[in-house]
């Protein structure tokens, strides 16, 4: 079945540094890929999203680029802030069907200022 | 506008006991989605409805857990005889039919 994989957190990382968190997926035909966010003592969020192969998916200053020939969704930010510590999840959505999510394990990231 | 709600938040119950968790989707969506998150399997779905049908119920773990939407609107997840590894916090999300699911805050289930 459908799969996702991620980076083992914890992730701890100074103000201002560059993040990537790596995702990886196993799925037949072409899924949506999409990363949520988790802040603390909040609901899962929609960060942002890609539908199909090559797209980039952007917001709030993070980007993540559907690569299907290395099955990936790496979750990048050029300089990050404490206000981004939080949980981040990796998933995907098949074709057809209820378009269920299935989700990586999840990456607790920090921020130290 | 008014997003998904859940209630209760919280819910501690002893071993043995039914509880009903309830889910109001965003007003107009017709996708309505059920997942668990626990510390040892993350985030997990249970169920899925396409207005008041469900399609697909694989994820439900046991023959405990039922769940009922209805008028296309309110679902309710019920689990019977609740057991210790049914703690967790229970997630609803609703989608318009495309491809974005908005999530609830979720309840927290606590078995004892």
């Known amino acids: 079945g459908d799969s996702v994989t991620q980076m083992e957190g914890p992730v701890t990382l100074s103000e201002e540094a560059f993040l990537t968190i790596n995702c990886t997926y196993t799925?037949?035909?072409?899924?949506?890929l999409f990363w949520y966010v988790q802040y603390p003592g909040e609901g899962l969020q929609l960060l942002l999203k890609?539908?199909?192969?090559?797209d980039k998916g952007s917001n709030k200053g993070f980007e993540a680029t559907y690569r299907k020939e290395t099955t990936s969704f790496h979750l990048e930010k050029g300089s990050v802030q404490v206000s981004d510590s939080a949980v981040y999840f990796c998933?995907?959505?098949?074709?057809?069907?209820?378009?269920?999510?299935?989700f990586g394990q999840g990456t607790r990231l920090t921020i130290n200022p | 506008g008014a997003g998904v709600s859940q209630s209760p938040s919280n819910k501690v119950t002893e071993k043995g006991k039914d509880v009903e968790l309830r889910c109001d989707p965003i007003?107009?969506?017709?996708?309505l989605y059920w997942y668990r998150q626990s510390l040892g399997q993350g985030l997990e779905f249970l169920i899925y409805?396409?207005?008041?049908?469900?399609?697909?119920k694989s994820g439900l773990p046991s023959d405990r857990f039922s769940a009922e939407r209805t008028g296309g609107s309110v679902s309710t997840l019920t689990i019977q005889r609740t057991q210790q590894e049914d703690s967790a916090v229970y997630l609803c999300?609703?989608?318009?039919?495309?491809?974005?699911?908005?999530f609830g805050p979720g309840t927290r289930l606590t078995v004892l």
């Open positions: 999300a609703s989608s318009p039919g495309f491809v974005e699911q908005f």
């Open positions: 799925a037949t035909g072409y899924p949506s």
């Open positions: 890609a539908t199909k192969a090559d």
């Open positions: 998933a995907l959505t098949g074709q057809g069907g209820a378009q269920k999510l299935v």
């Open positions: 007003s107009g969506h017709t996708a």
């Open positions: 409805f396409q207005g008041n049908s469900a399609p697909d």
